[in-house]
T-cell receptor
Framework: SAVISQKPSRDICQRGTSLTIQCQVD?????MFWYRQQPGQSLTLIATANQGSEATYESGFVIDKFPISRPNLTFSTLTVSNMSPEDSSIYLCSVEGPLEDADTQYFGPGTRLTVL | DAKTTQPNSMESNEEEPVHLPCNHSTISGTDYIHWYRQLPSQGPEYVIHGLTSNVNNRMASLAIAEDRKSSTLILHRATLRDAAVYYCILTGGSQGNLIFGKGTKLSVKP
């Protein structure tokens, strides 16, 4: 399975500011995913990020609020822009499994964001 | 993606087997059944998946009903470290969105 790290692991931010979350994988992957987990809730997909193309956003999420970069096959960033307390959540990245296991996803440890 | 139904919570004693049920009566012929778990303060972790036949791996077993409308995740000997939220998810056989429901919160008593 892939080893995924995220930075920062947690942060406390002021409303109106932006935070960029980094996701690093120890192997090359085509598809990376960004999820949000609001307090006490399950995970919701924000967007799918393929290297070399624009991210695909799910309903309810827009690029202006959650811009994503995918500069290479091992790295991606998610920015939470113009934050409000409602953005307080855990943000997780995940990657597809290897070809023989492509139906699975492997998740990073998450970034716990608190917006004051 | 088809919907799954799981009990909100279950309790088990340490060292005993645990059977976590999942109903998916609207499953289509190409849907895979995946199980993930999320330990406290961690990202979800892949557990097991299957299509039609029962599956075993080092973590668990997956028993799939003959009509595929339900499945059961089996932890053969629960440990305290198995306390987590377990998610049953259907996927269409190609990489993409995992739709997480509320899952089953498993508590393990010593």
């Amino acid at each position: 399975s892939a080893v995924i790290s995220q930075k920062p692991s947690r942060d406390i931010c002021q409303r109106g500011t932006s935070l960029t979350i980094q996701c690093q994988v120890d192997s090359q992957v085509t598809m990376m995913f960004w999820y949000r987990q609001q307090p006490g809730q399950s995970l919701t997909l924000i967007a799918t990020a393929n290297q070399g193309s624009e991210a695909t956003y799910e309903s309810g999420f827009v690029i202006d609020k959650f811009p994503i970069s995918r500069p290479n096959l091992t790295f991606s960033t998610l920015t939470v822009s113009n934050m409000s307390p409602e953005d307080s959540s855990i943000y997780l990245c995940s990657v597809e499994g290897p070809l023989e296991d492509a139906d699975t996803q492997y998740f990073g440890p998450g970034t716990r964001l608190t917006v004051l | 993606d088809a919907k799954t139904t799981q009990p909100n919570s279950m309790e088990s004693n340490e060292e005993e087997p645990v059977h976590l049920p999942c109903n998916h009566s609207t499953i289509s012929g190409t849907d895979y059944i995946h199980w993930y778990r999320q330990l406290p303060s961690q990202g979800p972790e892949y557990v097991i998946h299957g299509l039609t036949s029962n599956v075993n791996n080092r973590m668990a077993s997956l028993a799939i009903a003959e009509d595929r409308k339900s499945s059961t995740l089996i932890l053969h000997r629960a440990t305290l470290r198995d306390a987590a939220v377990y998610y049953c998810i259907l996927t269409g056989g190609s990489q993409g969105n995992l739709i997480f429901g509320k899952g089953t919160k498993l508590s393990v008593k010593p």
